[in-house]
C-alpha cells in the first residue's frame, strides 16, 4: 500500500510555495486594473501600497535570520532591513508611483541578493531560495509591466 499523503515536511514546503506565489496576484491584479481600469480601483495604489507591506514582511524575516544567527555575525541585517524598509515605505509616501515601482522593485532586487547570500552560508535553505528567486523575478516584471502601463 502506497502512502500518498505529503510528509509533514513537505506539505509545509508546499504550503509555503502555495503562499508565496499567491503573493504575487495583487500585482497581476494592480497590472490589470491598470490596463483596464474599474471605478473606485487603482491599479497602481494597489501595487506600491502591497508592495510596501511586502518588502516590510521580508525584511522583517532577515530580522530571524539574523537573531537566530550565532554570534554577532549577521548583525548588520538588523539596520540594513530597517532601512530597506523605509526606503520602500518613503517612495511610496513622497514619490511618484513610476520613481516608487522603480525604487521598489530595486528593494525586492536587493533582498534577493540578500537571501541568496543567506543561502549560501547555509541560513536559508535552497528550496525556499529557489522561490523566492522566482517569485522576486515574477513581482519584478509584473511591477516593471506596471510602469510600462502607466507609462503608455
Keep these: 500500500m502506497t502512502d500518498h499523503h505529503l510528509s509533514a515536511e513537505s506539505y509545509s514546503q508546499w504550503q509555503i510555495k502555495t503562499l508565496t506565489f499567491a503573493g504575487a496576484l495583487p500585482f497581476l491584479i ?9 471605478q473606485g480601483f487603482d491599479g497602481a495604489y494597489l501595487a506600491t501600497s502591497y508592495a510596501t ?23 548588520s541585517l538588523f539596520f540594513i532591513s530597517n532601512l530597506i524598509t523605509l526606503i520602500a515605505w518613503g517612495a511610496f509616501l513622497f514619490l511618484t508611483t513610476r520613481w516608487t515601482l522603480t525604487l ?10 540578500l537571501d541568496r547570500r ?31 502601463a502607466l507609462t503608455f
Design 53 to 75: 507591506l511586502i518588502i516590510s514582511f521580508l525584511c522583517g524575516s532577515l530580522w530571524m535570520i539574523a537573531l537566530k544567527s550565532p554570534g554577532a555575525s549577521l548583525s
Design 104 to 113: 521598489q522593485g530595486l528593494c525586492f532586487l536587493y533582498l534577493l541578493f
Design 118 to 148: 543567506l543561502a549560501k552560508i547555509g541560513l536559508l535553505s535552497q528550496w525556499f531560495y529557489s522561490s523566492r528567486r522566482l517569485i522576486t523575478w515574477i513581482v519584478v516584471i509584473l511591477m516593471v509591466l506596471l510602469i510600462g
Design 30 to 38: 494592480a497590472l490589470l486594473l491598470t490596463l483596464f481600469p474599474l
